[in-house]
């Protein structure tokens, strides 16, 4: 019969032996101890809620600067007075690294940033001239601001976006009231990416006393309705599939197809933000927006920028169709037609070619507050 053999105990520093038992259990007990310190920070980052992780962690991705890349020849000082070149080559690089992340409901959201031009909160909307409580507070008079990039702000500083402009000159309509706008503008953006994004708002409980929504040009970027991010999320979710690409219309008769179907989709999303907005007592506004492409003089004292975005040529072609369907009441008794702001102007209303500067907003926002106190569509 074999002998079975034992090992001694491996000898310590001191002589002694130690029990392999003792080292089992060791490790043990250093296992679970890492899993409950794992558990217990993931459970305190959960508790602690995504409003409060510090802002400082939260910063736009280092990028080329495309903007001044694509028109080298322009002198950016004259469009940010005030700012130094190496303030605005910082600037639009914070706009140009910002990054979009899923989200439920809306499909993708803006993530988090604190910079010294460029603060997007995480609530989800962008710091204004002066920090705003959130959730809003009791007895002000709250603007949640709806669209895309150039609602946003896309190239501008935090105080200078159309909704910091329009806070101010409601406030001057309003004296007496302290108004606070709320801008849930974010690139890429069309009306019915804002409808749900207005929805989700209402769901979880934060009703403000106004939802606007500036639009015109994304609705005919995205004219199919599938959202900027919706290829991207098809393809993490089954890379084995392709994904169609956005076919652009070749001919007059199909442009026609197209813009018709643009502002019938718009038609459908104002008619349904309103009917949301009317049960909970909230006041839709509705803004057809300015492009360079209509009632604009477009010399090149105003617009130096000589190229336009591939994505927008549709609007080139139909916006003038968008106008008239909101002049005539397709889009309703509460759609005011801002997208004349610029047509007498003299300055540089473009931070881009199609992004507005600091000036358009203050003009674009005069606008929309003077025809919102002329149509009477304020609580």
């Known amino acids: 019969m074999l002998k079975t053999r034992h090992?001694?105990?491996?000898?310590?520093?001191?002589?002694?032996?130690?029990?392999?038992?003792?080292?089992?259990?060791?490790?043990?007990?250093?296992?679970?101890?890492?899993?409950?310190?794992?558990?217990?920070?993931?459970?305190?980052?959960?508790?602690?809620?995504?409003?409060?992780?510090?802002?400082?962690?939260?910063?736009?991705?280092?990028?080329?600067?495309?903007?001044?890349?694509?028109?080298?020849?322009?002198?950016?000082?004259?469009?940010?007075?005030?700012?130094?070149?190496?303030?605005?080559?910082?600037?639009?690089?914070?706009?140009?690294?910002?990054?979009?992340?899923?989200?439920?409901?809306?499909?993708?959201?803006?993530?988090?940033?604190?910079?010294?031009?460029?603060?997007?909160?995480?609530?989800?909307?962008?710091?204004?001239?002066?920090?705003?409580?959130?959730?809003?507070?009791?007895?002000?008079?709250?603007?949640?601001?709806?669209?895309?990039?150039?609602?946003?702000?896309?190239?501008?500083?935090?105080?200078?976006?159309?909704?910091s402009a329009l806070e101010d000159e409601l406030g001057r309509q309003y004296p007496g009231r302290i108004v606070r706008c709320y801008n849930f503008g974010r690139g890429y953006y069309f009306s019915s990416q804002e409808r749900a994004l207005f929805e989700s708002l209402l769901v979880q409980g934060l009703v403000p006393h106004v939802a606007l929504f500036l639009d015109g040009l994304n609705d005919f970027a995205y004219f199919d309705g599938v959202p900027q991010l919706a290829p991207d999320l098809f393809r993490f979710t089954a890379p084995d599939q392709s994904w169609p690409e956005r076919a652009e219309p070749s001919s007059d008769a199909e442009r026609e197809q197209v813009v018709n179907r643009v502002v019938e989709r718009y038609a459908r999303n104002v008619r349904l933000i309103e009917a949301a907005a009317k049960v909970y007592g909230v006041s839709a506004v509705f803004v057809g927006q300015p492009v360079p492409f209509l009632d604009f003089p477009g010399t090149l004292k105003v617009y130096p920028f000589q190229s336009t975005y591939r994505e927008h040529r549709l609007c080139a072609w139909g916006y003038d169709r968008f106008k008239a369907a909101g002049q005539t009441g397709r889009f309703g008794a509460r759609f005011l037609w801002c997208g004349d702001a610029f047509a007498a102007t003299e300055g540089l209303m473009y931070a881009d070619s199609i992004h507005y500067s600091p000036a358009g907003s203050v003009a674009l926002a005069k606008c929309i507050a003077d025809r919102i106190v002329e149509a009477r569509l304020l609580p």
Do not use: H
């Open 7 to 163: 090992n001694p105990p491996a000898a310590t520093p001191s002589g002694a032996r130690e029990d392999p038992r003792l080292r089992v259990a060791f490790k043990v007990i250093i296992v679970l101890a890492t899993i409950a310190v794992a558990l217990a920070l993931g459970l305190f980052w959960r508790w602690r809620g995504p409003g409060a992780v510090p802002a400082a962690n939260f910063k736009p991705a280092p990028i080329e600067n495309l903007i001044q890349q694509k028109f080298p020849y322009i002198d950016f000082t004259t469009i940010y007075p005030g700012l130094s070149p190496t303030e605005i080559d910082r600037l639009q690089r914070d706009c140009l690294g910002m990054r979009y992340a899923y989200a439920p409901l809306v499909e993708f959201a803006p993530l988090p940033v604190a910079g010294k031009f460029l603060n997007i909160l995480p609530a989800g909307y962008r710091l204004g001239r002066t920090a705003a409580p959130w959730p809003p507070a009791q007895g002000e008079l709250v603007v949640f601001v709806f669209g895309g990039s150039t609602a946003m702000g896309f190239g501008v500083p935090d105080g200078q976006t159309v909704v």
